[in-house]
């Protein structure tokens, strides 16, 4: 299993507004004798980017 998922999209490469967001997903299993937890990062503008991303989709 991998640790550590980057939800990013091609268009946060060199992006100067890129702010990263990490979200920790519990995977203890029962009887594991250490926590176990999973990092989802994506970036805090993520909603804001896939906006203007979809309106220039029609005008390129």
Do not use: H, W
Not at 19 to 46: F, H, W, Y
Not at 49 to 59: D, P, S, V, Y
């Amino acid at each position: 299993m991998d640790v550590f998922q980057f939800c990013l999209r091609n268009f946060c490469s060199y992006c100067p507004d890129f702010d990263p967001a990490i979200e920790k997903v519990d995977c203890t299993l029962i009887g594991d004798s250490s926590q176990k937890t999973m990092n989802n990062i994506r970036c805090q503008n993520e909603s804001r980017c896939n906006n203007i991303a979809e309106n220039l989709k029609g005008k390129v």
